[in-house]
């Protein structure tokens, strides 16, 4: 539910910290710790989103980036960008800005269950995918799922997102695998596109599921690998964050046939995308 009875009233935040996550000239994602100023805590899941504004200058929706189970506070991952992202790229520690929202549906969690879980992600497409890594990795979650793989795209070296939790993430058994677009001279990870790195990855395709999130370039040559290796496409899932404006299904924008992306997403399995028109 919403943090609040009427979903078109925000409410008041306070930026708690602010987090630089890449370094490279040409792309500034920053992650932003909010708290609400009345002290409640905003209950959500992963896959949801938010509508995050500074008055005056407009409102733009993110996903969630941190654990629901932290309830203190809550990160959104916001890269650079045009008018709003560029005015709260300005903002400092201890101002406020305003949040409505949960909103969307979620990650169905419990459904995976007892299956082996892959993420796959371009870029700044690792942040609303973060929630359910958090999430699945909690000590209190871990065993209730299998095997955790991962493989994370950027650019270049400087451009992943959360790299600070990496280790942490391997130490909790998650295979965490990192690659960019072209060779670097210290750079000991993988080289190349994800499409074509999935092929050399095993995975028992009778109890995996696949979360996907990044360019939608990235994310369909990701989702046609993983089907030339069997992968049923009903064990497939992304977001369409890039659709929504309003978040509450009256604007139309992220209208894609009888589906709004903010009300009936963001999350879809593919074999719901399979069934829509093509146009997302």
Known sequence: MSNTENPYVPLKARIQKIIQETSSPDLDVKTYRLSFEDGRSLEFMPGQFVEFSVPG?????????SSPLTKDYFEITI???????????TLKEGDFVWIRGPFGNTFPVEKFEGSDLLFVAGGLGLAPLRPFILYA????????????????AARTSSDHCFAYEYDE??????????????PEPAWKGLVGFPHNLIKDM?????????FLCGPPIMIKFVQGSLKEMGMPIDRLYTTLEMRMTCGVGKCGKCNIGRQYVCVDGPVFCMAELAEMPTEY
């Open 202 to 210: 095993e995975f028992d395709f009778s109890k995996l599921y696949a």
């Open 57 to 65: 200058i407009g409102e733009c929706p993110f996903g969630f980036a």
């Open 79 to 89: 890269k650079r960008t045009g008018k709003v992202t560029d005015k709260i790229h």
């Open 169 to 182: 993430w391997r130490a909790k058994g998650a295979s965490v695998n990192l690659t960019i677009d072209n």
């Open 137 to 152: 990795l909690d000590d209190t979650n871990r065993k209730k799922y299998g095997k955790i793989d991962m493989l994370l």
